[in-house]
């Protein structure tokens, strides 16, 4: 592939890409489960790096592709550890609720593994030979990530716009590439702006699914299904439709609300993301195809039985990667690698675990 910024002075925009297949994955994806089923689970270990490794090595940017350097053994040691931990942890809880008590533990331990889980998957991340890094502090991660959320839900998510702009602004401040460093400033009115949008998709959802509700009542009085019991249960069946779809529709909407937000929140976050004080992120994901494409994956993989969880990895690692781009303000060549902590592996097979994933 032609290198598209060498040469040129103006800033130019370097999409990145995905060339994948569907198909393609399949075959690794099927490979990995039966494996693991196999070996009852040690193989998730070399499953987790099969998969990065693919993902990352058909992600394309400027001509050139990411690479993921975990080892799987490593992966495993850690797997082992944080299951043993969770393991004991529950039986502790079993045995006395007086143990549950530990999770104060847990939200004094979590600004540490998080930090090394950053740090791990920075370094295990690479783009022209030149790997990613991460240094971050304990209490930068305290304030952004266990302060804030608590901050943000005593206040009823008023807050969320300003933790929202800490956990993104801490990652950016604190994520490197090579020797070069990003830096992140998400705007607090835009972010504010997309919790109104935000708002304004839920009620739209649940007006939507009241709507369908009031349809479906109304057809059922149009069938004569319960005409015949008189005027009480005429105005029963009118307003129970619209009640149910809208409570219906509020569950709905809230559970979709997070992927809305989330979505919004990259958007700014990446936008306004330098690397190095000269190249500029972009991101342009739509919220609501994002919302769809997941939501659709969601049904298509259990329709399918979880045979089409490949398709559905791949279409959404594709829009993600081809709504990223870097406005380039010249050559990506003249970055130098250097050497930096290289994280905690068990940290980062925790948040694996949990389904936790932090990152711009």
């Known amino acids: 592939m032609k290198t598209a910024a060498a040469g040129r002075e103006a800033p130019v925009h370097l999409g990145f890409s995905f060339t994948g297949r569907a198909l393609e994955y399949f075959g690794i994806w099927i490979v990995n489960l039966l494996l693991s089923i196999i070996t009852l689970g040690i193989y998730t270990a070399w499953a987790k790096v099969r998969r990065l490794r693919y993902f990352y090595g058909n ?8 690479e993921y350097h975990a080892r799987p053994v490593k992966i495993l040691i850690g797997r082992i550890i944080v ?8 039986l502790l809880v079993s045995i006395s609720p007086i143990f549950g008590l530990l999770i104060i533990l847990y939200l004094l331990a979590f600004p540490w593994l998080l930090n090394k889980s950053m740090a791990f998957n920075a370094r295990m991340t690479s783009y022209r030979n030149v790997r990613l890094n991460f240094r971050g502090s304990y209490w930068g991660a305290f304030l952004a ?8 839900l005593l206040t009823a998510g008023l807050l969320f716009p300003l933790a929202s702009k800490l956990s993104n602004d801490y990652i950016g401040r604190h994520l490197g590439y090579g020797s070069a460093r990003f830096e992140t400033r998400a705007p607090l009115k ?22 369908i509700g009031f349809l479906v009542g109304s057809s059922l009085v149009a069938a004569g299904n319960m005409m015949q ?12 439709g619209p009640v149910t779809g809208a409570l219906i529709g509020g569950y709905i909407a809230l559970a979709l609300a997070y992927l809305f937000y989330a979505a919004g929140v990259r958007n700014i976050a990446y936008n306004h993301t330098v690397l190095d004080g000269q190249h500029h992120l972009t991101s342009s994901v739509n919220r609501m195809r994002y919302v769809w494409i997941l ?5 298509a993989t259990i329709l399918s039985l979880g045979l089409l969880r490949p398709w559905a990895a791949v279409r959404t690692w594709r829009y993600l990667a081809s709504s990223t781009g870097l406005l380039a303000a010249g050559p990506l060549d003249h970055f130098v690698d250097e050497a930096a902590p290289e994280g905690n592996v068990g940290a980062a097979e925790f948040f694996d675990i949990e389904g936790i994933d932090f990152g711009l």
Not at 145 to 152: E, W
């Open 229 to 240: 019991g008189g005027g009480d249960e005429l105005l029963d069946v009118l307003t129970f």
């Open 59 to 66: 992600t394309w940017l400027d001509g050139h592709n990411f």
């Open 83 to 90: 299951v043993a931990l969770l393991v004991a942890y529950n």
């Open 145 to 152: 990530f266990v302060i804030m959320p608590i901050v943000a």
């Open 295 to 299: 939501v659709s994956n969601l049904f």
């Open 190 to 211: 835009a972010l504010y702006g997309n919790l109104g949008a935000t708002i304004l998709f839920v009620i739209m959802v649940t007006l939507v699914c009241a709507g």
